[in-house]
């Protein structure tokens, strides 16, 4: 984290590419914590991130390892490239 804190620091906002901004939020960083770094706000980092399309997906947490199918499965988002969220298409 930290040796990624000094990449990240030799760029601002207008400078650092979209790979790097998906890199840092792959280590967890926040837009607003990104904000501070490049003195900005969280909302021009998110700005920034939404239009480089780098969203959050969700993957999911298999709480029955493997036995049986999870009826209520438990998910975390991250910034990854698939999502397995599998959202139903029916209107509840």
Same mark, same amino acid.
């Given at each position: 984290?930290?040796e990624?804190?000094?990449? /990240?620091? $030799?760029? %601002?906002? !207008?400078? @650092?590419s979209?790979?790097? #901004?998906?890199?840092?939020?792959?280590?967890?960083?926040?837009?607003?914590?990104?904000?501070? /770094?490049? $003195?900005t %706000?969280? !909302?021009? @980092?998110?700005?920034?991130? #939404?239009?480089?399309?780098?969203?959050?997906?969700?993957?999911?947490?298999?709480?029955?390892?493997?036995?049986?199918?999870?009826h209520?499965?438990?998910?975390?988002?991250?910034?990854?490239?698939?999502?397995?969220?599998?959202?139903?298409t029916?209107k509840?």
């Amino acid at each position: 984290m930290a040796e990624m804190q000094q990449n /990240l620091a $030799q760029y %601002n906002l !207008d400078s @650092v590419s979209p790979d790097w #901004l998906r890199q840092a939020k792959r280590y967890g960083f926040s837009d607003g914590w990104l904000a501070r /770094l490049w $003195q900005t %706000n969280a !909302d021009a @980092v998110r700005q920034k991130r #939404l239009s480089s399309n780098i969203a959050p997906v969700y993957h999911r947490v298999d709480t029955c390892a493997a036995e049986f199918e999870a009826h209520t499965p438990y998910l975390y988002s991250t910034y990854e490239t698939s999502c397995e969220a599998n959202p139903p298409t029916a209107k509840r």
